[in-house]
């Protein structure tokens, strides 16, 4: 099995990018909100942070790159087999790997923690409904969670500050978030995130939401996921401000959640004809002011 050599934009337009710089930019084009978060951290951490989201981005866009669940299998195995120590003769050629595995080396990150955010995300690669809210929940814990969790030992500069309840918490806050954001661009490609329990309830069909029929009882549903995210955030606030303010900005991006959710829950909002993410200058804006409000 061989890892598939960077093949967008970026790769090809300089190839004298060092790692440190490509996993940057990856992370600017890809997933810009983590990016711009990463920059109120302080600047001897800030490479492995992208190192760590560059790494989850090429696990998140694997559904995006493949036509059928097998490819994205043989994808998922490979990273897996890098993390287990069975692949490190193959990655002078990808930057993510190389500066993955120099972040794990220097943070004494738990790579089986990675290996399981790559299980979970195997889910991706097939239409299956979650089957409940607790399922969806623990999807986000071995997911944004874990995410969330590395950060902070990232800031914490390899030792533990005692933050997995935190990292819990906000995980879910901001995994459901960013579902509910994509929700058109997975109804596209036949996918609903929305457990099956919270389908049910609300009388949804699955085919108004695969075909981006917004109807009430679609609005209703999406309320109440809002809703449980909603209540994840708050309890996250509440244990950060008791965290050490040396991981804080690891949860900057939290400043998103809220705003996002008032905007995909406001009267008349349409998940397949209105933009879901908040305009880049207000991301910008709340980010700041939240990382203020952690000083």
Same mark, same amino acid.
């Given at each position: 099995?061989?890892?598939?050599?960077?093949?967008?934009?970026?790769?090809?337009?300089?190839?004298?990018?060092?790692?440190?710089? @490509?996993?940057?930019?990856?992370? !600017?084009?890809?997933? $810009?909100?983590?990016?711009?978060?990463?920059?109120?951290?302080?600047?001897?951490?800030?490479?492995?942070?992208?190192?760590? @989201?560059?790494?989850?981005?090429?696990?998140? !866009?694997?559904?995006?790159?493949?036509?059928?669940?097998?490819? +994205?299998?043989?994808?998922?195995?490979?990273?897996?087999?890098?993390?287990? &120590?069975?692949?490190? +003769?193959?990655?002078?050629?990808?930057?993510?790997?190389?500066?993955?595995?120099?972040?794990?080396? $220097?943070? =004494?990150?738990?790579?089986?923690?990675?290996?399981? %955010?790559?299980?979970?995300?195997?889910?991706?690669?097939?239409?299956?409904?979650?089957?409940?809210?607790?399922?969806?929940?623990?999807?986000? +814990?071995?997911?944004?969670? /874990?995410?969330?969790?590395?950060?902070?030992?990232?800031?914490?500069?390899? &030792?533990?500050?005692? /933050?997995?309840?935190?990292?819990?918490?906000?995980?879910?806050? @901001? +995994?459901?978030?960013? %579902?509910?954001?994509?929700?058109?661009?997975?109804?596209? !490609?036949?996918?609903?995130?929305?457990?099956?329990?919270?389908?049910?309830?609300?009388? *949804?069909?699955?085919?108004?939401?695969?075909?981006?029929?917004? *109807?009430?009882?679609?609005?209703?549903?999406?309320?109440?996921?809002?809703?449980?995210?909603?209540?994840?955030? &708050?309890? /996250?606030?509440?244990?950060?401000?008791?965290?050490?303010?040396?991981?804080?900005?690891? @949860?900057? &991006? %939290?400043?998103?959640?809220?705003?996002?959710?008032? $905007?995909? *829950?406001?009267?008349?909002?349409?998940?397949?004809?209105?933009?879901?993410?908040?305009?880049?200058? !207000?991301?910008?804006? =709340?980010?700041?002011?939240?990382?203020?409000?952690? $000083?």
């Amino acid at each position: 099995m061989s890892a598939d050599r960077p093949a967008n934009a970026l790769a090809n337009s300089n190839i004298s990018m060092s790692n440190e710089a @490509y996993c940057a930019s990856l992370l !600017r084009e890809h997933d $810009r909100n983590r990016w711009l978060a990463n920059l109120f951290a302080p600047a001897e951490h800030r490479r492995a942070l992208n190192a760590l @989201y560059a790494f989850n981005s090429e696990i998140e !866009r694997v559904r995006d790159m493949v036509s059928e669940p097998l490819p +994205g299998e043989v994808r998922l195995q490979w990273w897996r087999d890098l993390l287990e &120590g069975q692949a490190r +003769g193959q990655i002078s050629g990808h930057p993510v790997a190389s500066e993955l595995l120099a972040a794990i080396d $220097r943070y =004494h990150l738990p790579a089986s923690a990675l290996v399981t %955010l790559i299980d979970a995300h195997t889910h991706d690669l097939y239409d299956d409904l979650l089957q409940s809210i607790t399922d969806l929940e623990g999807y986000c +814990g071995e997911t944004y969670s /874990s995410l969330f969790r590395m950060a902070s030992l990232i800031l914490a500069d390899g &030792g533990d500050p005692g /933050s997995a309840d935190l990292a819990g918490h906000a995980g879910v806050a @901001y +995994g459901i978030a960013c %579902l509910m954001k994509q929700a058109a661009r997975h109804a596209a !490609r036949g996918q609903i995130f929305v457990p099956a329990d919270l389908v049910l309830k609300h009388g *949804t069909a699955r085919e108004d939401l695969l075909n981006g029929r917004n *109807t009430g009882e679609m609005r209703a549903m999406f309320a109440e996921l809002a809703g449980v995210a909603l209540q994840h955030l &708050g309890t /996250s606030e509440q244990l950060l401000s008791a965290a050490p303010s040396a991981i804080a900005p690891a @949860y900057v &991006g %939290l400043a998103l959640v809220g705003p996002l959710l008032r $905007r995909m *829950t406001r009267p008349g909002f349409d998940w397949f004809r209105h933009e879901a993410g908040l305009p880049q200058w !207000r991301s910008q804006w =709340h980010l700041w002011r939240f990382s203020r409000r952690l $000083r």
